[in-house]
């Protein structure tokens, strides 16, 4: 691959081996194995290693994808906050599945999920909101997310306005339609890059009364 620093090109070559990715390798759950790799790509040094490609598909089964980030991990499932008026917010009210991809390219490594879509209590929501910088709250509130706007001084002029509605010295709530929402996963696939293309992929697939099993997928 052209393009590469040595730096990459060198870390591609290293996970990208021949030791590859077997079950006697994976953590007993998917959420201690996620754990691994997260840690894995985040003493890489990899750019956002939360941000995840979010796939969504309308009442009529047209799909779109975007990136979000990844807020909350737990055996629930993985969390994410957004205006639940967007177009995603819609979809997902239409048709409540999801699936992520974790695309660590570095690495050569992808985590797929594949699950049902539930919003996460209001108090979590509240919480995680409370925390976020001030002109990332005004924003949730000024933004019309997905919505069609006549130009950027339009976005800027109601940022603007949202940041006089709320006062320096007063806390900003969060909007009642921004939130958080939980993909709980029927399926989480580790993808290990291999030599030859003959790549790892070992998914945990929930089973009938909840448990887990390990599966190996052909490449």
């Given at each position: 691959?052209?393009?590469?620093?040595?730096?990459?090109?060198?870390?591609?070559?290293?996970?990208?081996?021949?030791?590859?990715?077997?079950?006697?390798?994976l953590a007993a759950t998917w959420p201690e194995q996620f754990g691994r790799w997260f840690a894995d790509a985040t003493d890489a040094g990899l750019p956002e290693p939360n941000a995840m490609v979010l796939?969504?598909?309308?009442?009529?089964?047209?799909?779109?994808?975007?990136?979000?980030?990844?807020?909350?991990?737990?055996?629930r499932g993985f969390v994410f906050y957004t205006n639940y008026e967007s177009r995603?917010?819609?979809?997902?009210?239409?048709?409540?599945?999801?699936?992520?991809?974790?695309?660590?390219?570095?690495?050569?490594?992808?985590?797929g999920v594949r699950g049902t879509v539930e919003e996460v209590d209001r108090v979590e929501t509240e919480t995680y909101?409370?925390?976020?910088?001030?002109?990332?709250?005004?924003?949730?509130?000024?933004?019309?997310?997905?919505?069609?706007?006549?130009?950027?001084?339009a976005l800027d002029e109601r940022f603007t306005a949202t940041e006089r509605r709320f006062p320096a010295e007063s806390p900003v709530p969060a909007p009642p339609h921004w939130g958080g929402l939980r993909v709980v996963p029927e399926t989480v696939e580790f993808w290990q890059g291999?030599?030859?293309?003959?790549?790892?992929?070992?998914?945990?697939?929930?089973?009938?009364q909840g448990e887990w099993i390990i599966e190996r997928l052909a490449p």
């Open positions: 691959m052209t393009g590469d620093t040595p730096d990459l090109a060198a870390m591609r070559r290293d996970y990208a081996s021949d030791r590859g990715l077997d079950v006697t390798d796939s969504t598909a309308d009442a009529a089964g047209w799909p779109s994808s975007r990136t979000v980030l990844l807020k909350g991990i737990d055996e995603k917010g819609a979809e997902l009210r239409a048709n409540p599945h999801a699936a992520l991809l974790f695309p660590w390219f570095p690495l050569m490594r992808q985590v909101f409370a925390s976020r910088p001030r002109p990332s709250q005004i924003a949730a509130w000024a933004s019309p997310q997905s919505r069609v706007l006549p130009d950027r001084a291999r030599t030859g293309r003959l790549h790892d992929r070992l998914r945990y697939r929930r089973a009938e």
